[in-house]
C-alpha cells in the first residue's frame, strides 16, 4: 500500500510560479514510476510528467515540456513538480501517481488556479 499527500497548488497569476509536492508513505526506491497528472474541469485526465523511483530519465507532456521539472528527493520520500511561466490552461487538480507492482496509487490532488 501506497499513500501519496499533495500540497504546494493555490491562486498564481499568468506567468508565475508554483511548488507542487507529493509525499509518499513509502521508500522512492521501492515505486517504479512517480508521475504527476491534471484534470481540468470537463476534461480528461492527462499525464503531465514521470520520474522513475530509481534513475534520472523523466518524461513530459509537450504542453509543458520547457516549464515544468519534475525531481525527487529519496531521503525526504517526496516527490516535486516545480511549475514556470503558468498559463490559465495550466488551471486544473493536480494527482500525484504511484506505479508499484503493477498497482497504481493516486493521491487525492490540489487545486491550481491560474488567474490574474
Known amino acids: 500500500q501506497v499513500q501519496l499527500v499533495e500540497s504546494g497548488g493555490g491562486l498564481v497569476q499568468p506567468g508565475g510560479s508554483l511548488r507542487l509536492s507529493c509525499a509518499a508513505s513509502v521508500s522512492i526506491f521501492s515505486i517504479d514510476v512517480i508521475g504527476w497528472y491534471r484534470q481540468a474541469p470537463g476534461k480528461e485526465r492527462e499525464l503531465v510528467a514521470l520520474?522513475?523511483?530509481?534513475?534520472?530519465?523523466?518524461n513530459y507532456a509537450d504542453s509543458v515540456k520547457g516549464r515544468f521539472t519534475i525531481s525527487r528527493d529519496n531521503a525526504r520520500n517526496t516527490v516535486y513538480l516545480q511549475m514556470g511561466s503558468l498559463k490559465p490552461e495550466d488551471t486544473a487538480v493536480y494527482y500525484c501517481?504511484?506505479?508499484?507492482?503493477?498497482?497504481?496509487?493516486w493521491g487525492q490532488g490540489t487545486q491550481v488556479a491560474v488567474s490574474s
Open positions: 501517481n504511484a506505479r508499484k507492482s503493477c498497482t497504481s496509487y
Open positions: 520520474i522513475p523511483g530509481v534513475g534520472s530519465t523523466t
